[in-house]
C-alpha cells in the first residue's frame, strides 16, 4: 500500500533558528514529490515539486531535497519567521493510472511552531 | 492567480439533514476534488471530479455525493448528514494530472 510518513508530527523552534522537516514515502510509481504549506485556517498551497531528476531545490528560505534511491524528502526552513507557524504537508504522486482516483498520497503533516 | 471559493466557512446542521456544499474554480481546471481532513487523519480523499458530469470515488465516498454539472462548479452532498461528518472540508482543483492543487479556504461543518 502506497504511504507518505512524516515527522516530526510537531516541531516547537524559536524564531530565526532553522529546522528540517522529513517525509518518508514508499508510493510506486513514482511522478513527483510536493510540498504543501497550510497556515491555520485556509486552505494547503503549494511550495515546491520535486521530480525524480531533481536532487534539490529552493524556494526562498525554504530548500526542499530528494533521495529517490532511499525514497526520502527533507524541507529545510532557513532563520525561521513567525508566518513559518503553519501545518506542512507532503504530497506524493503517481501517474495517474497507475495510483488512486487522484494519484495522490498524503503525509499527516508536521505542525510547525515558531516562537518569538 | 487561481481562485477557488467555498460558498460557507462554517456550517452547523442537524443529524439527517441534507447539506451541499459549493465549490467553485475561476482557472478552467479539468480536475476538481473533496477532501476532508482532521486531525490526526491528515486529508482524505472524498471524491474527483476529472470533467464535467464525471466523477470517481475516492477512500472514504459513503455518505456522500457529487454534481459537477457545470466545469466550474463541484458540489459535494451530505445526504442524510450524521455526526461522524463532522469536519474540515477542501475542495481543490488543478489543470492536469502534474499541475499542483489549488485549495479554497475550507468550510468547517458541524453535525449535532
Known amino acids: 500500500k502506497n504511504q507518505v510518513e512524516q515527522s516530526p508530527q510537531s516541531l516547537i523552534i524559536l524564531e530565526g533558528k532553522n529546522c528540517t522537516l522529513q517525509?518518508?514515502?514508499?508510493?510506486?510509481?513514482?511522478?513527483?514529490l510536493r510540498w504543501y504549506k497550510q497556515d491555520t485556517g485556509r486552505g494547503p498551497v503549494s511550495l515546491t515539486i520535486m521530480t525524480f531528476s531533481e536532487n534539490t531545490k529552493s524556494n526562498g528560505r525554504y530548500t526542499a531535497t530528494l533521495d529517490a534511491d532511499t525514497k526520502q524528502s527533507s524541507l529545510h526552513i532557513t532563520a525561521s519567521q513567525l508566518s513559518d507557524s503553519a501545518s506542512y504537508i507532503c504530497?506524493?504522486?503517481?501517474?495517474?493510472?497507475?495510483?488512486?482516483?487522484?494519484?495522490?498520497?498524503f503525509g499527516k503533516g508536521t505542525h510547525l511552531i515558531i516562537q518569538p | 492567480d487561481v481562485k477557488v471559493t467555498q460558498s460557507s466557512r462554517y456550517l452547523v446542521k442537524r443529524t439527517g439533514e441534507k447539506v451541499f456544499l459549493e465549490c467553485v474554480q475561476d482557472?478552467?481546471?479539468?480536475?476538481m476534488f473533496w477532501y476532508r481532513q482532521d486531525p490526526g487523519l491528515g486529508l482524505r480523499l472524498i471524491y474527483f471530479?476529472?470533467?464535467?458530469?464525471?466523477?470517481e470515488k475516492g477512500d472514504i465516498p459513503e455518505g456522500y455525493s457529487v454534481s459537477r454539472e457545470k466545469k466550474e462548479r463541484f458540489s459535494l452532498i451530505l445526504e442524510s448528514a450524521s455526526t461522524n461528518q463532522t469536519s474540515m472540508y477542501l475542495c481543490?482543483?488543478?489543470?492536469?494530472?502534474?499541475?499542483?492543487?489549488?485549495f479554497g479556504n475550507g468550510t468547517r461543518l458541524t453535525v449535532t
Open positions: 504530497v506524493v504522486s503517481t501517474p495517474y493510472s497507475g495510483g488512486g482516483a487522484d494519484g495522490l498520497t
Open positions: 481543490a482543483s488543478r489543470l492536469r494530472d502534474s499541475s499542483p492543487l489549488h
Open positions: 482557472m478552467d481546471h479539468e480536475n
Open positions: 471530479s476529472y470533467d464535467v458530469k464525471m466523477k
Open positions: 517525509c518518508n514515502y514508499t508510493v510506486s510509481p513514482f511522478s513527483n
